[in-house]
């Protein structure tokens, strides 16, 4: 069963992309892409593009080379869009902070897109350990540093919130827990590949990858289409650290 080419190896590639295709719909009906239009827009892309590498790796007309190209230009589309995702969190975290939300979520976005391009640098340019297949181990290292990026700028994300004492809305919570999970599973799986161990079982990382995904797009489909309690809100005292004053001066200061 934990072959490539089981019956597990394809539900595990497909089923997760059939289901956001459906949670993107949901998204859209309910209205809910004019809180979280990146996402949505990831939701989409990252299905197509991952039935267009399952379709092309199925065809025997496409190389291996092809395969890693197209494989390749996902990844830095994907990238992009994470990289916007986390910029429009910290939109969604600062709402109440209108001008501190616009700033701090571009800020993010200029910086996740030279960040995607320093990655895509590093993977071209640096020494391979597979010069048998070179575009294969320029895909792991482009990975694996959008991945450290990625994984650095959610942990920055739970300590503001939590710094600043910030209430997370549950969709937004849902969305960066989701992607939490996924970037801190492929860098243990990147870890443990680099280590040397599962050498002759590399495909079980493979399994546990694609399971994970899959188990990050059921939380994402929890935590959007679950209603969420009814509470009131306790009006307590102000944190220390007040982002409204913040707010006022950048307000002031843009106009």
Known sequence: MLQAH???WHY???APHVLQLGLAVFIWRRGLHRLFPIFLAYTIVEAIDEFT???LDLTSRIGPLVWWYVFLACLIIEGILKFAIVGELLFDLLRKFPAIAQVGSRLIRGTGAVLVLLATLAAAYAPIDNPQN???SRAHILDE???IVQCGLLLFLFLFAAHFELKWSRRAFGIALGFGILSCEHLGAWAIAASGALIERRELLD??????????????GYFF???????KNASGSLPEHNLEV????LERLLQ
């Not at 913040?246 to 001066?249: Q, R, V």
């Open 6 to 8: 089981s019956f597990l």
């Open 12 to 14: 595990l590639w497909l």
């Open 53 to 55: 590498l399952y379709g």
């Open 134 to 136: 070179p575009l294969l």
């Open 145 to 147: 540093g959008l991945y």
């Open 207 to 220: 399994f546990v990858n694609m399971a994970t995904y899959h188990v990050c797009v059921l939380i994402w």
């Open 225 to 231: 289409m679950v209603s969420p309690r009814s509470s």
């Open 246 to 249: 913040w707010n006022c001066e």
